[in-house]
């Protein structure tokens, strides 16, 4: 009479040995074949251009008649421009209501010399001016600005007025402007299409 041979537990035991060992050298041999991707090298770096809209301080000044029969009032406007056309330190002193101040000047934007996109004028800024004062651009919205070098002269005709309105209180008190005032000026390539508008700038 013949024994029954029980070969079940060995053989599955061999077996599930043989799987693992065989995954083993599948997972080795993937890790084996990602670490042979080769690649051509490469080095560098990527940088924006500069948009840097400036003024051109030779072409400033205080203007007696803005063409609209009301200039600036004698005595109460200073203009201070910087060495390097970054910046025009804009004052107005001693107003009463009715008195305004008139400044002309050009804007441009700076040239890299290598090309590079003019800008457009797009408004005047100066956040939080108080209550009883009005700013606005007279000459020069929607207004093209050319890239050109400081001290050429050139660049796009501007003239800002800043008037003291009839319900100015006459307290004595000096406002500075908030950072961020100025003229604004977009790339020619990202300026609104068709007409641009400039509010005036009203004090709350």
């Not at 560098?44 to 809209?53: D, L, N």
């Not at 651009?137 to 050319?146: E, K």
């Not at 406002?175 to 990202?190: C, E, L, T, V, Y």
Request: charged content about 15%; proline content about 6%; overall charge negative.
């Amino acid at each position: 009479m013949r024994k029954n041979l029980s070969i079940g537990p060995a053989f599955d035991s061999r077996k599930k040995k043989a799987a693992a060992a065989g995954g083993a050298l599948a997972l080795i041999g993937g890790i084996g074949w990602a670490a042979f991707v080769g690649k051509a090298q490469m080095d560098g770096h990527v940088k924006a251009g500069a948009f840097e809209p400036l003024w051109q301080i030779a072409t400033l000044d205080i203007d007696a008649s803005d063409g609209d029969g009301v200039g600036s009032t004698a005595g109460i406007c200073a203009v201070t421009p910087s060495g390097d056309g970054t910046k025009v330190t804009f004052e107005v002193n001693d107003a009463l209501p009715g008195d305004a101040c008139v400044v002309d000047g050009k804007v441009f934007i700076k040239s890299t010399g290598s090309g590079g996109v003019e800008g457009v004028i797009t408004g005047l800024a100066i956040p939080n001016l108080p209550a009883g004062w009005k700013a606005e651009l007279l000459t020069g919205c929607g207004a093209d600005v050319p890239r050109t070098t400081y001290g050429s002269g050139q660049g796009a005709n501007v003239s800002m007025r800043i008037s003291a309105t009839d319900d100015l209180t006459p307290d004595g008190v000096v406002h500075p402007f908030d950072p961020g005032s100025g003229i604004n000026i977009m790339p020619a390539n990202q300026a609104p299409a068709g007409t641009i508008n400039c509010p005036a700038v009203v004090g709350e």
